[in-house]
């Protein structure tokens, strides 16, 4: 499998967070190895990383499941995932991990009043999920490429947490020539052309935070794996 684009991430995590980039440009992968593959950025000196906000669509759906797709129809995506210590990037276990996105027509499952013609999706779980991290600190999600909306680029919501409370909120990113070519597709195709990249996206970030919060992405047959690994100070 080819990389399509980016480094290798660590995002650090505590009441801060912390990356690393190992400065990799291009590996192979497989789904079956994709969270193994994001391992090599615990190899890598680790340096801080923004947090971002949760947003208004978050909400617990009382359920640890892999699989968050609920037949939504799309891109396949697997989102892979690695926990990791602050310094020496050894594997955390037991850290509760949710990601919450839209789907292809740009709308978070839960909520009433989105989009021009004011989709009510009240009392749906589509496209949310929780994973623990195993003892290798890793979690996966089965899932489908992120929909857009207006002002906002394409991304994925996550939150990680402990029984103590809350680690971090913040936001994972996509390459837009990726988003773009799979915007050309459908189901995505039907809703015409974006109009907010991560040049513009209206959260505000600079080039750094960009750069330190966009997954690496990996095709995968018909659909893509994007990693990220997230390390913890403890």
Request: include cysteine.
């Amino acid at each position: 499998m080819r990389v399509v684009s980016l480094p290798v991430l660590c995002v650090l995590l505590a009441l801060a967070v912390v990356g690393c980039d190992p400065g990799a440009e291009e590996s192979t992968a497989s789904v079956g190895s994709a969270a193994v593959e994001t391992a090599a950025a615990a190899d890598a000196v680790c340096e801080a990383s923004p947090r971002q906000t949760e947003g208004p669509f978050y909400f617990d759906i009382g359920e640890i499941r892999r699989e968050i797709t609920e037949g939504k129809p799309g891109t396949p995506l697997l989102v892979a995932l690695r926990f990791v210590a602050a310094g020496s990037c050894e594997p955390i276990r037991d850290v509760f991990v949710d990601i919450w996105h839209t789907d292809a027509a740009g709308q978070y499952s839960g909520y009433p009043g989105q989009g021009d013609d004011r989709a009510d999706t009240s009392g749906e779980t589509f496209l949310r999920g929780r994973q623990v991290t195993d003892a290798e600190g890793r979690v996966e999600f089965e899932t489908i490429y992120p929909g857009w909306y207006p002002g906002r680029t394409v991304h994925i919501h996550f939150r990680a947490f402990t029984s103590e409370g809350r680690l971090i909120a913040s936001q994972l990113y996509f390459p837009d020539e990726v988003s773009d070519a799979v915007f050309e597709s459908k189901p995505y195709s039907a809703r015409g052309p974006r109009g907010t990249t991560n040049a513009n996206d209206s959260v505000g970030r600079d080039d750094a935070t960009l750069q330190a919060l966009t997954g690496q992405l990996t095709s995968n047959g018909d659909g893509y794996v994007v990693s990220l690994t997230v390390g913890v100070v403890r």
